[in-house]
């Protein structure tokens, strides 16, 4: 259950990637800008495609190829502009990946090791997809406009009392600091206090009763902020939550952080669902010119069939 739960979440959350290191034994199938691209290669994105997508046979293996193929593209073009992903931050992607579907690193590794995929597979897919990003955003940074119009043309679409309200919370951050070096039995305990700070919490106003009772524990406004202006994952957890509530610690480069619910309220305007939709007509724009500027490097490229 766990490993289609991951599955699951790759499906969602990853990109493509570049090959990396082959058996000796494998056969070129492609060259891309003086890269080969081995049948190991496509082997390993084809799994890490069956497990992610549940497509299999010749489909995964056509996708897996084109993807590769795509991979060298995108990197020669970061490299083109000077752009460089770290080591750092690859590990840091997968680290988050295996938090986000409540494993460990190592778990995560031996759940796709467990689909016959290596985790350097998964590793070099985070890679191209975090140079990528980073090229667009070079290339692209300011310049993703929507019409007016199609915002209307939008908001017209919408059910009408959508229209008509937008929710607004008010928000403070919440950390349990865990400096750096600290032992893992220590970490372990800041955590356990924690979990206890967000199951005795009750409201903002009384929340120096609860905090007072541990060691280095901070609070930083955040403010008000509408729903549409939160991310994904932390507007469904707060939307389930409600006001004088924390949100569940996640572990952060200083501590354990949560996000305290210190009120909510309607307010009468159709900004909400207004940002929304612009987003998202933003966000289809900017996949439409990402397309758009991947054809137009590839058809540049030199791509060897064998």
Do not use: H
């Not at 919408?158 to 929710?167: F, N, P, Y």
């Not at 409600?242 to 572990?251: E, F, N």
């Amino acid at each position: 259950m766990r490993l289609r739960f991951v599955s699951i979440f790759l499906g969602l959350a990853l990109i493509v990637a570049a090959p990396f290191s082959t058996p000796a034994n494998a056969a070129i199938k492609v060259i891309v800008n003086d890269t080969p691209i081995t049948d190991y290669d496509i082997s390993q994105r084809s799994r890490l495609i069956t497990m992610t997508q549940r497509k299999s046979g010749a489909a995964a293996k056509r996708q897996a190829e084109e993807e590769l193929i795509d991979d060298q593209i995108k990197l020669a073009e970061a490299e083109r502009v000077g752009v460089e992903v770290s080591q750092s931050e690859v590990d840091s992607a997968y680290n988050n990946i295996a938090r986000n579907v409540k494993m460990s690193p190592s778990q995560l590794s031996k759940a796709l090791r467990s689909g016959g995929v290596k985790p350097e597979t998964l590793k070099s897919r985070l890679k191209a997809q975090l140079a990528w990003n980073q090229v667009l955003r070079r290339r692209f940074s300011g310049r993703i406009e929507v019409n007016e119009s199609d915002i209307i043309a939008a908001l017209q679409k919408t059910d009408e009392a959508d229209r008509q309200k937008s929710v607004e919370y008010d928000l403070k951050r919440i950390i349990v600091v865990v400096p750096k070096n600290s032992s893992g039995g220590f970490k372990s305990k800041r955590k356990q206090e924690s979990n206890k700070i967000r199951s005795t919490f009750n409201g903002c106003e009384n929340m120096g009763n609860v905090l007072g009772q541990y060691s280095e524990v901070v609070v930083r406004p955040i403010g008000r902020r509408l729903e549409t202006e939160l991310p994904g994952n932390m507007r469904d957890e707060i939307q389930s939550l409600g006001a004088g509530k924390l949100t569940k610690p996640s572990a952060t480069e200083v501590g354990y952080e949560m996000i305290a619910i210190c009120g909510k309220r309607e307010i009468a305007s159709d900004i909400a669902v207004r940002t929304e939709l612009e987003n998202e007509l933003r966000a289809k724009e900017g996949e439409s010119q990402s397309r758009r500027y991947l054809m137009d490097i590839r058809r540049r490229a030199t791509i060897i069939y064998r």
